[in-house]
């Protein structure tokens, strides 16, 4: 039977936690919320609706999904597959199990949750978020001749896969990395149309200038990187 953990990075996520956890299909073997340093009752929430709790005072996304990886990482059982998904109740956690299909049932070694505007409540993306997005993926088709359309954090991949990604990136460039290097390692890749609502609460990247504008550079960031590597 396949096995398959979900990491969820959170902060201040207490009014929405709880929504997530319950909404993860029973296939999955361990739901683990990493705290980035949250004020409110994120840690309570999460573990009363039976996730595993971590604790990252290191503050930044890619710092959040790092601490889940070496948790998974000082198991005894490793998973077959990792699955991130974040904790603010925009995704369809219920959907997990479309997205996990490719790789179960055509061997695919990573997928992601594409946020087609057909399948996206009115507002749930920002401005930056949907600019971003656009920007990004046609940097990638450019540079690298990708099909990607979306740099959805709703994503699933093989864990040994995700292991030989030597993920690095501790903010806000952590999907595009994982994209690019899933890109530079000719691994097999799929979007599959997810739907998409209002979050909870206040975004922290994309609801914020500052947010934004640090998001929008590590992601050109990455890409140019990439694009300079042979």
Known sequence: M????????AFNEADSITHVINDIPDSVNEIIVVSNNSTDDTEINAKRAGATVLIETNKGYGYACLKGMQHIANQTEKPDIVVFLDGDYSDYPEELTKIVAPIINDNVDFVIGSRVKRLREHGSMTFPQIFGNWLATILMKLFFQAKFTDLGPFRAIKYKKLLALSMEDKTYGWTVEMQLKVLKQKLTYIEIPVNYRNRIGISKVSGTLKGAIFAGIKILG?????SLKK
């Open 2 to 9: 396949t096995k398959i953990k979900v990491i969820i990075p």
């Open 222 to 226: 990455w890409i140019f990187k990439y």
